[in-house]
């Protein structure tokens, strides 16, 4: 495929939507049409219905193989519908979230095996895997008292104890190790002006590289 492919992870808390809002205006602003602009679950009509059950506070009888399955099942509708088209056209896409979250949530945080929810999700992607992957990291406790103070709607992933996003964060942070030729990791612990401007120039030099 022709595109290039950007993925965004972080921990709750941790100000990726709020990154990924911000370089999406700046691209708006320089009235660039070849970015397209998503999320995991979600971005479409059937991972957006699958999104819902997901995330769905009442939801507390789910299984936490079914969560990981539903994830994987947007995914690849997301991947089939949106993304791989977008990629096929030339386009940048910049994905709030893909695989590397349901290892860091399901895996580690549901503690069903890291490996194991990466395996699965091979199935789903066929190896479609991010060009850049811009993780934005806090501690956990830092994440979840911004959750506290800033986030009205509270999801059944936000909720979990803090032992769970500690297991997440950790997670994340091995697949930092593991995978350096792709993943960057950006402080988000420094004012948020700071973590967008070095996301932004994370992507542009990766899209120079591309020409």
Excluded at 62 to 91: F, G
Excluded at 159 to 185: C, D, G, N
């Amino acid at each position: 495929m022709a595109g290039l492919f950007i993925s965004f992870e972080g921990p709750d808390g941790a100000g990726k939507t709020t990154v990924l809002s911000a370089i999406t205006e700046r691209f708006k602003a320089a009235k660039r049409t070849d970015i397209l602009v998503t999320r995991e679950p979600g971005g479409n009509q059937i991972s957006e219905a699958i999104r819902n059950i997901i995330l769905d506070p009442k939801n507390t009888q789910m299984d936490v193989r079914t969560e990981a399955l539903l994830y994987a099942a947007s995914r690849r509708q997301l991947i089939q519908e949106t993304i791989r088209p977008a990629l096929a056209a030339d386009k940048v896409v910049l994905c709030d979230r893909f695989v590397d979250s349901s290892v860091a949530y399901q895996g580690a945080g549901r503690q069903i095996g890291e490996d194991e929810v990466y395996q699965m999700n091979q199935f789903a992607t066929e190896g479609l895997t991010p060009d850049l992957t811009i993780y934005v990291d806090v501690p956990s406790e830092v994440g979840l008292a911004r959750i506290k103070a800033h986030r009205k709607n509270v999801d059944r992933l936000d909720a979990e104890a803090l032992s769970f996003h500690k297991r997440v964060r950790a997670a994340y942070l091995r697949l930092a190790e593991r995978f350096p030729e792709r993943i960057v990791t950006i402080d988000a612990t420094q004012p948020v002006a700071d973590v967008i401007d070095q996301a932004m120039t994370l992507i542009t030099d990766k899209m120079k590289q591309r020409q």
